[in-house]
């Protein structure tokens, strides 16, 4: 479809400027505040000397934002916007756009409007801009019966996984009709098919910390896996709890580089949260990574609430820079407090580039070269 370029306010969702957060306002040359900006699910991937954002925003409509630097969205394209009619024209959640073998996929959650026939779905871009067209490549199939393809089960927040030559889809999904999350992977024979049946992981509910509300009495929910591939390892960073409650925390399974992702067995599972609420951050949760633009330090975005009660519709989204422990394993440390200023990426004030101290937000742009 052919991009549309709508004002900053025509979207639900968009950054809050002026709507009280210290974050949001002009920045001393260096550094930032977190909260960001308000929304939920942040995913970031950084690509030629630019930071390409996905987002669900007004009409459930697909947008892909360019910016210069990391903690600014910069300037935003719908790239997609769902049929009227059909599997996926409405609760629109959780798009991540990936490069994946030289092209730009976008993975997104949706329904017909009912939760419970939420599935995973593909976009395709045309060309090798991620603001530029996509075409749309269907439903990805999740559940138990690829040969017939029958009984395709509830998905979200699905990413994709690229390990010894071999693709595979990692999502979070139902085992039937009951409301009961756990993580899946399934292999890929290219980005847009799935070409076994799914294996579940590993069990949701090993630990109180995994349960809604922290209640042993609740049920297990694991959804949001990131990847992280480092040390000879792949982490899977996945969120639990409920991601409305203030006890939504991030785990972490692992399993070794050479390792088998469709056996369970293959998989261990940390014994502690990995990344949790403090006294003033909370709800903190569905993460990704990326790195500074000089490729020296590794940064998390993560989404938290601004209140201590259940509820969706205060959640921010927040950046921070995490480190290794000589283990090997990531050391996110703490939800940085809110509006306590953070040092910038690594080399974010590259020649040839305007800086978030230089333009409004929504309108970073290439500038020559002095």
């Not at 979200?156 to 009709?177: A, C, K, M, P, R």
């Not at 591939?229 to 409650?245: A, H, K, P």
């Amino acid at each position: 479809m052919a991009r549309l370029t709508l004002p900053a306010d025509a979207f639900h969702g968009a950054p809050a400027w002026g709507s009280g957060f210290r974050g949001l306002e002009a920045e001393p040359l260096g550094s930032f505040l977190n909260p960001l900006y308000r929304g939920a699910d942040p995913w970031v991937i950084r690509h030629d000397g630019w930071y390409y954002s996905c987002a669900a925003g007004w009409g459930n409509r697909l947008e892909v934002w360019k910016s210069s630097t990391l903690t600014r969205r910069g300037e935003r394209q719908v790239v997609w916007a769902p049929p009227r009619v059909g599997w996926n024209r409405a609760q629109v959640w959780a798009p991540e756009l990936h490069r994946v073998r030289g092209r730009w996929y976008i993975y997104y959650a949706a329904s017909d409007g009912y939760n419970v026939n939420h599935r995973m779905g593909v976009l395709e871009s045309t060309t090798d801009d991620p603001q530029g067209s996509f075409v749309d490549r269907g439903m990805l199939y999740t559940g138990d019966h690829l040969r017939s393809g029958r009984r395709s089960r509830w998905a979200i927040d699905g990413t994709v996984l690229d390990l010894n030559d071999q693709l595979y889809f990692i999502w979070s999904g139902w085992e039937d009709h009951r409301d009961v999350q756990h993580l899946y992977v399934a292999r890929m024979s290219d980005p847009c098919t799935i070409s076994s049946d799914r294996v579940r992981i590993c069990p949701n509910n090993c630990h109180p910390w995994e349960r809604v509300g922290d209640r042993e009495w609740e049920r297990g929910l694991h959804e949001a896996p990131q990847v992280l591939v480092r040390n000879g390892r792949v982490m899977l960073i996945y969120s639990c709890s409920g991601s409305w409650q203030p006890t939504y925390k991030l785990g972490m399974l692992y399993m070794d580089q050479a390792g088998d992702p469709m056996a369970p067995h293959s998989w261990s599972k940390h014994a502690a949260p990995v990344f949790q609420s403090t006294g003033d951050v909370f709800g903190v949760g569905h993460c990704c990574f990326t790195q500074s633009p000089d490729g020296s330090e590794d940064w998390i975005l993560y989404h938290s609430k601004t209140r201590p009660w259940d509820g969706w519709s205060d959640r921010v989204v927040r950046a921070q820079k995490f480190g290794w422990r000589a283990d090997g394993f990531p050391d996110f440390g703490v939800p940085s407090p809110t509006n306590v200023r953070l040092g910038m990426p690594a080399d974010y004030s590259r020649a040839g580039l305007l800086t978030c101290a230089d333009a409004a937000p929504d309108q970073l742009t290439p500038r020559p070269a002095a």
